[in-house]
């Protein structure tokens, strides 16, 4: 907003600047054509009054430096204020033009939004004593809903979670979600245990990519990171299937990363072959919160291209924040590593982020 505002100075300073240079040139030289740019770079800054503001300023200024220079006739004076005249609607009508533009651009992200909440719902904030927070940062803007997924639901057995990240780009990677987040939701309620759910899940892809057919039959694929909570809160099950592994927070600020015990591969890749993917128990104390991502993180590069390290940067994220302030919460931690993934990017976005962050209160003991 800043910046925009200083921008908004622009045709001000062009009109500022022409008159410097008609004063300090002989009077065969005019700044006319430097003054017919004021209301051309106004149209895109400043309102509709403003432009014609800016273009009455030029032909006012004009004439002015006309009429020191003692030059102002048909050839010279009347000509060149028609001619800022005409600039001046050609901007009005270029600001139009991209009201309209805007305008549509508005509504796009608008349904956007409302097809990213109906497709990807926020998790709520919190599930009994479990505290929760997910962002979701789109490669485009215009996007606002790509391949990444996280959903979190409390079942008969615990509260269960699924973050992942389905092959492919556009409006099939959607469809590929719905078709993920579908299966979670039924398998989480009905599954007795995560084996159960996962081999629930394989089926159910399976299925969908036969339906789709082409390349999402043989090729499609979701990377899956699957977590279960104890009823008291104390542990955490993890299958990992081919997914980024998560972190943990201790309440002290130091973060381990939770590697599976075995690698496996994507979810909906059975019928390559058979792999087993062991359920890894990890403890979850008071304090801790775990944080769950896609790759668009894990594959944030900088200029040298170096990955951007969570397990590294999170203890010094939450440890600033705690020394000028209260300790984060997990909106606050996305908040943090987001804009911490920007800066290490210099703020090109190279894939969509999926974040998830669930805490657990230090005053919960199991």
């Given amino acids: 907003m800043v910046e925009l505002r200083r921008a908004q100075w622009i045709p001000v300073g062009v009109i500022v600047l022409a008159a410097v240079l008609d004063l300090a040139t002989p009077t065969d030289v005019t700044s006319a054509p430097l003054l017919m740019a004021a ?23 004009h004439a002015a430096l006309a009429w020191i220079n003692g030059t102002f006739g048909w050839h010279r004076g009347v000509a060149n204020q028609l001619t800022l005249l005409a600039v001046t609607v050609l901007a009005v009508l270029i600001h139009r033009a991209l009201e309209g533009q805007t305008a549509r651009t508005r509504r796009a992200r608008q349904v956007a939004a409302v097809a990213q909440s109906a497709v990807l719902p926020r998790p709520p904030s919190r599930l009994g004593e479990l505290r929760i927070a997910a962002r979701y940062v789109p490669a485009e803007d215009e996007a606002m809903i790509g391949g990444d997924l996280y959903v979190v639901q409390d079942t008969p057995h615990g509260v269960r979670v699924m973050v992942g990240d389905v092959r492919g780009k556009g409006l099939g990677a959607v469809s590929a979600v719905c078709a993920d987040l579908g299966a979670f939701r039924y398998a989480a309620d009905e599954a007795e245990d995560l084996p159960r759910l ?28 699957i977590a279960e909570f104890s009823v008291g809160l104390d542990t955490v099950r993890v299958i990992n299937r081919g997914h980024p592994p998560p972190v943990l927070l201790d309440a002290g600020g130091r973060a381990a990363v939770l590697e599976p015990s075995e690698e496996a591969p994507p979810l909906g890749m059975s019928a390559l072959g058979a792999w087993s993917a062991p359920v890894d128990t990890f403890s979850f104390p008071p304090g801790a919160t775990l944080i ?14 170096v990955f951007y390290d969570a397990a590294v940067r999170l203890p010094h994220l939450v440890r600033h924040r705690a020394l000028t302030g209260d300790p984060a919460t997990p909106a606050q931690i996305l908040h943090l590593m987001i804009e911490d ?21 230090l005053g919960v003991h199991g």
Wanted: charged content about 25%.
């Fill in 292 to 305: 769950c991502y896609t790759d668009g993180v894990t594959e944030a590069r900088d200029e040298s291209g």
């Fill in 39 to 61: 209301p051309v770079a106004a149209a895109p800054l400043l309102s509709l009054p403003g432009i014609i503001a800016i273009g009455a300023l030029s032909m006012a200024v």
């Fill in 341 to 361: 993934v920007g800066r290490h990017t210099g703020g090109r976005i190279q894939d969509d982020q999926a974040l998830l962050a669930l805490h657990r209160p």
């Fill in 198 to 225: 996962v081999a629930s899940l394989e089926r159910a892809l399976l299925r969908e990519g036969g339906r789709r057919g082409g390349h999402e039959r043989d090729e499609g694929f979701t990377t899956a990171l």
